[in-house]
T-cell receptor, first 116, second 108 residues
Framework: GAVVSQHPSRVICKSGTSVKIECRSLDFQATTMFWYRQFPKKSLMLMATSNEGSKATYEQGVEKDKFLINHASLTLSTLTVTSAHPEDSSFYIC????????????FGQGTRLTVV | GIQVEQSPPDLILQEGANSTLRCNFSDSVNNLQWFHQNPWGQLINLFYIPSGTKQNGRLSATTVATERYSLLYISSSQTTDSGVYFCAASNSGYALNFGKGTSLLVTP
C-alpha cells in the first residue's frame, strides 16, 4: 500500500514555543491530507482537512490560529502548533489517500507532543 | 458526518480463541477500514472493505453495506493480536470517522 511518513515521532517543547510536524506521502501525490488528534485511551478526532494550494478546513472547536496547516505541495502537509501549552500535549497523526487507486487511507506514524 | 459504533469496547481472550468485532455505521459509505493500533500508536491497515468479504491469514472481514455494518473476525488469537482495533468510515471523499475502538487483550 501507499506510504505516509510523519516526522518527528516524538517531541518535547517548552510552553510558549511552536512545533512543526511534517506529513509526507512518499510514493503518491495527495491533494488532500487529514490531521487527527488522539487523547490517551480515546479515539481519533479529526482536526482539519489540508488542501493543496488552498486554506485548510478546520473542524468545529479547533483553533485555526493555534494549529496552522500548510499544504504547499502534493506530497507535504505541515501542522504547526503555535504558542504551545501543556493542554496541547497529545498524539497527532496524519493521513492521506492515493485517490488514483481508491479511497483507502494510510496513516503516518504519529507524533507524540509533550509540552512542559 | 457518519457515526461509527464499535462493540464490544473491551474483550479478553485466551490464546487460541476466536472473536468477532462489530462496527455499525449510520450512512452509506465509500470507505470502510479496519485498523490495529500498535503500542507506539501507529495505525496498521488491516482491511479496506467498503463492501464484501476479505481474508488475510487469521483475520477476515465482512461488510454488509445495505445493512450498515462490518465484522472483523480474528481466529486462533495470539498474544500479539492484543491492542486496540478501530473501525472507520467515510463517504464522498471526506475524512474517516472513527469508532471508539475495541481494546483486545489476548492472554497466554
Amino acid at each position: 500500500g501507499a506510504v505516509v511518513s510523519q516526522h518527528p515521532s516524538r517531541v518535547i517543547c517548552k510552553s510558549g514555543t511552536s512545533v512543526k510536524i511534517e506529513c509526507r506521502s512518499l510514493d503518491f501525490q495527495a491533494t488532500t491530507m487529514f490531521w487527527y488528534r488522539q487523547f490517551p485511551k480515546k479515539s481519533l478526532m479529526l482536526m482539519a482537512t489540508s488542501n493543496e494550494g488552498s486554506k485548510a478546513t478546520y473542524e468545529q472547536g479547533v483553533e485555526k490560529d493555534k494549529f496552522l496547516i500548510n499544504h504547499a505541495s502534493l506530497t507535504l502537509s505541515t501542522l504547526t502548533v503555535t504558542s504551545a501549552h501543556p493542554e496541547d500535549s497529545s498524539f497527532y497523526i496524519c493521513s492521506a489517500e492515493d485517490r488514483v487507486v481508491n479511497t483507502e487511507a494510510f496513516f503516518g506514524q504519529g507524533t507524540r507532543l509533550t509540552v512542559v | 458526518g457518519i457515526q461509527v459504533e464499535q462493540s464490544p469496547p473491551d474483550l479478553i481472550l485466551q490464546e487460541g480463541a476466536n472473536s468477532t468485532l462489530r462496527c455499525n455505521f449510520s450512512d452509506s459509505v465509500n470507505n470502510l477500514q479496519w485498523f490495529h493500533q500498535n503500542p507506539w500508536g501507529q495505525l496498521i491497515n488491516l482491511f479496506y472493505i467498503p463492501s464484501g468479504t476479505k481474508q488475510n491469514g487469521r483475520l477476515s472481514a465482512t461488510t454488509v453495506a445495505t445493512e450498515r455494518y462490518s465484522l472483523l473476525y480474528i481466529s486462533s488469537s495470539q498474544t500479539t493480536d492484543s491492542g486496540v482495533y478501530f473501525c472507520a468510515a467515510s463517504n464522498s471523499g471526506y475524512a474517516l470517522n472513527f469508532g471508539k475502538g475495541t481494546s483486545l487483550l489476548v492472554t497466554p
